[in-house]
């Protein structure tokens, strides 16, 4: 079995950063594609940001030049680092490990965590 915990979001000002972090732990022999997504009011979630094994990455067109995600592979952690944050951003937060353990390659979920932009 494996468990995603997030870090706690929480209301930032416009402009201002956040970086919330998404920890896999349990039996992992390995963790693949991290991402992030995220679920506005009355919107469908979306994804965000996601990192391949090997670093390479993708990112929705509305926050390129302002998020990053990155991994830290020996603590089976994902990040997202987010930059000029807009009120448009307020959303929960979720973040998708695929893994290998002792079942079969497949993504978990985070619990999810409420970031709020407002002034």
């Known amino acids: 079995q494996v468990q995603l915990v997030e870090s706690v979001g929480g209301l930032v000002q416009p402009g201002g950063p956040l970086r919330p972090s998404c920890a896999a732990s349990?039996?992992?022999?390995?963790?693949?594609?991290m991402a992030w997504y995220r679920q506005g009011p009355g919107k469908q979630r979306e994804v965000v940001a996601a990192?391949?094994?090997?670093?390479?990455?993708n990112y929705a067109e509305s926050v390129k030049g302002r998020f990053t995600i990155s991994r830290n592979n020996a603590k089976n952690t994902v990040y997202l680092q987010m930059n000029s944050l807009k009120p448009e951003d307020t959303a929960v937060y979720y973040c998708?490990?695929?893994?290998?353990?002792?079942?079969?390659?497949?993504?978990?979920w985070g619990q999810g965590t409420q970031v709020t932009v407002s002034s």
């Open positions: 990192i391949t094994s090997g670093c390479s990455t």
């Open positions: 349990g039996t992992i022999f390995g963790t693949y594609v």
């Open positions: 998708n490990v695929e893994t290998s353990g002792l079942g079969p390659r497949r993504g978990y």
